[in-house]
């Protein structure tokens, strides 16, 4: 896979977590592969992880468990 911006240099797959909202909610995927360009460090969403994200949002599958996380917002330490 190819850098959307043109970088000549090809797209490494790396597994992260990423935050989507549903509903207003967030929810967390995680060990879902995104393909990054190491040059500008652009990130995208191959075919297949696209389907399953959809598929979470849509309800599809189960969590396997909670993820809870401390919240910093820019607001309240500037
Ligand atoms: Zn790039």
């Known amino acids: 896979m190819q850098c959307p911006k043109g ?3 090809p ?3 790396r597994k992260e977590e990423k935050i989507f909202y549903r509903n207003g909610k ?3 995927i995680s060990e879902l592969t ?5 040059s500008c460090g652009q990130e995208s969403l191959p ?3 696209a389907r399953i994200v959809e598929d979470v949002l849509k309800g599809k599958h189960k969590p396997s468990g909670k993820f809870t996380a ?3 917002e820019i607001s309240s330490i500037e």
Not at 34 to 38: A, L, R, V, Y
């Open 47 to 49: 075919l297949t992880s």
């Open 70 to 72: 401390e919240l910093y």
């Open 7 to 9: 970088c000549s240099t």
């Open 11 to 13: 797209m490494k797959k």
């Open 26 to 28: 967030p929810i967390v």
């Open 34 to 38: 995104m393909h990054i360009c190491p």
